[in-house]
Nanobody
Framework: QVQLVESGGGLVQAGGSLRLSCAASGIIFSISTVGWYRQASGKQRELVAAITSGGSTNYADSVKGRFTISRDNAKKSVYLQMNDLKPEDTAVYYC?????WGQGTQVTVST
């Protein structure tokens, strides 16, 4: 059974930074592609960034140059470093792999 636990969200001022973590269990993590998604109030969930088992990454256009996804296979964790945060980044952030979702972590960016 896949379990994903996100952490690291919070309230930050525009221009600030946060680092989200996603800890996984129940899977062979090293061969898994993992994605970070977000869902703002009243909007559809969208892909923010993803990282393959080989370390290849892709990003939504809206976060390119500001967010960085990385992974530590020894810790079975994926991270999302978010810099230069904007109010439009406010959302619940989820990690996803093997069709499973974590509970999400709230990120709120104030002006």
């Amino acid at each position: 059974q896949v379990q994903l636990v996100e952490s690291g969200g919070g309230l930050v001022q525009a221009g600030g930074s946060l680092r989200l973590s996603c800890a996984a269990s129940g899977i062979i993590f090293s061969i898994s592609t993992v994605g970070w998604y977000r869902q703002a109030s009243g909007k559809q969930r969208e892909l923010v960034a993803a990282i393959t088992s080989g370390g290849s990454t892709n990003y939504a256009d809206s976060v390119k140059g500001r967010f960085t996804i990385s992974r530590d296979n020894a810790k079975k964790s994926v991270y999302l470093q978010m810099n230069d945060l904007k109010p439009e980044d406010t959302a619940v952030y989820y990690c996803n792999t093997h069709r499973s979702w974590g509970q999400g972590t709230q990120v709120t960016v104030s002006t």
